[in-house]
């Protein structure tokens, strides 16, 4: 039997670089359009950090790019992609739940968050709303100033564009299904 061809997965911020340098943008441009810091963006770009999901929204519109392309594995490997594609960070998982849905503007996750851990990184916001809903765990999401503690069974919508923070506060991994609207 002939080996099997592995096929090529590019790295979320090798497509975030390519995006950025084929558009001939600077970090100081897509700072300024994102939020985020150039040493973030340039952690991002080599590979030593991966945004949440929320960073990835706001990151592809600061280069008007789809948010799906930048998940998206090369086609040779849609097996893979038909079992949803997950991407792990240093304390959190989120495995999308609605693959083939990069054109459109609600994206589902499932996201797990490793116990007393929060998302790596500063609090971010990204236009359009957003839903969670806890599986498992004990979760605080700060929205602007205000705390929210959620548990199994508990669920929280609220604007996205508001400075947002996602922490597990409890012993125990949390799982949650988080649900983004984008305009």
């Known amino acids: 039997m002939p080996p099997?061809?592995?096929?090529?997965?590019?790295?979320?911020?090798?497509?975030?670089?390519?995006?950025?340098?084929?558009?001939?943008?600077?970090?100081?441009?897509?700072?300024n359009e994102t939020g985020f810091s150039i040493d973030f963006l340039k952690k991002v770009e080599a590979g030593k950090v991966t945004p949440p999901v929320g960073s990835l929204l706001q990151i592809s519109r600061a280069l008007e790019i789809d948010a799906g392309d930048l998940l998206r594995e090369e086609e040779g490997r849609m097996?893979?992609?038909?079992?949803?594609?997950?991407k792990r960070t240093s304390n959190y998982a989120y495995t999308t739940l609605t693959p083939g849905a990069e054109n459109k503007h609600l994206k589902a996750f499932r996201v797990k968050i490793d116990?007393?851990?929060?998302?790596?990184?500063?609090s971010y916001n990204h236009e359009g709303e957003e839903f969670v809903y806890v599986l498992d765990g004990t979760i605080e999401v700060v929205v602007g100033?205000?705390?929210?503690?959620?548990g199994p069974g508990d669920s929280l919508h609220f604007n996205s564009g508001i400075r947002h923070h996602l922490e597990n506060i409890g012993k125990t991994d949390a799982e949650l299904i988080v649900v983004i609207y984008n305009p």
């Open 4 to 31: 099997r061809k592995t096929a090529r997965f590019t790295p979320v911020g090798t497509k975030i670089k390519k995006a950025r340098t084929g558009k001939k943008m600077t970090y100081d441009t897509l700072a």
């Open 79 to 86: 097996q893979d992609r038909i079992k949803a594609y997950t």
């Open 145 to 150: 100033e205000h705390v929210n503690t959620l």
């Open 115 to 122: 116990a007393m851990n929060a998302h790596e990184g500063v």
